[in-house]
């Protein structure tokens, strides 16, 4: 059972291009996360969202709690953004989290 | 500065030895996890405990252990019944709902 899918699962971008990553899933959540894992393997949150649109520098992340369907853009993209951004919606009690297998993304100079 | 601290880096061992994993917080979170990552797959939840002295099973927590004496740690011991224990191990916490997740930059565990 896949409860999140992630597209593209590869993603490879020019410097300076818009890129957006697709995250629907199919459990009730209360909110969803956009991590990012560097090669080293250290996560980082980017994001929690239970509505609406978030932005932060170059980032936004939106989410359709209906439609079951958030994503993630970067703006103006450059090579320090490349990492798997993982997309990890949460269950209603904020215990249990649901991962998907993460976008692997770089970007060329 | 808050954050989690996992250690080791880097960690390897014998086949039929057990091994544990440091995790260690000083975030003032209630909630504390360990999730297993391997290539291709998302994140999978092992355990994760609320509060002190209790804890519960994730996804895939047979072969291994843990316990929550202290708010700040929760080492987990990755025993000699667990069949494919190499990995990549990710510690997170929050705060009691789940706000503030934060992870560990993890612990790669070889068994050969």
């Known amino acids: 059972k896949n409860e999140v899918e992630q597209s593209p699962q590869n993603l490879t971008a020019q410097e300076g291009e818009f890129i957006t990553i697709n995250c629907s899933y199919s459990v009730g959540i209360s909110a969803l996360h956009w991590l990012q894992q560097h090669p080293g393997g250290g996560i980082v949150s980017l994001f929690m969202?239970?509505?609406g649109k978030k932005k932060h520098g170059r980032l936004i992340a939106t989410i359709n709690i209906q439609e079951k369907h958030s994503s993630l853009h970067i703006t103006a993209s450059h090579p320090r953004d490349s990492a798997v951004y993982i997309c990890?919606?949460?269950?209603?009690?904020?215990?249990?989290?649901?991962f998907g297998t993460g976008t692997s993304l770089t970007v060329i100079p | 500065d808050g954050g989690i601290t996992q250690s080791p880096k880097y960690l390897f061992r014998k086949e039929g030895q057990n091994v544990t994993l440091s995790c260690e917080q000083n975030l003032n979170h209630d909630a504390m996890y360990w999730y297993r990552q391997d290539p291709g797959q998302g994140l999978r939840l092992i355990y994760y405990s609320q509060i002190v002295n209790d804890f519960q099973k994730g996804d895939i927590a047979e072969g291994y252990s843990v316990s929550r004496e202290k708010k700040e740690s929760f080492p987990l011991t990755v025993t000699s019944a667990q069949k494919n224990p190499t990995a990549f191990y990710l510690c997170a916490s929050s705060m009691a709902g789940g706000s503030g997740y934060t992870f560990g930059s993890g612990t790669r565990l070889t068994v050969v």
């Open positions: 990890a919606p949460t269950e209603n009690t904020g215990n249990q989290f649901y």
């Open positions: 969202l239970s509505s």
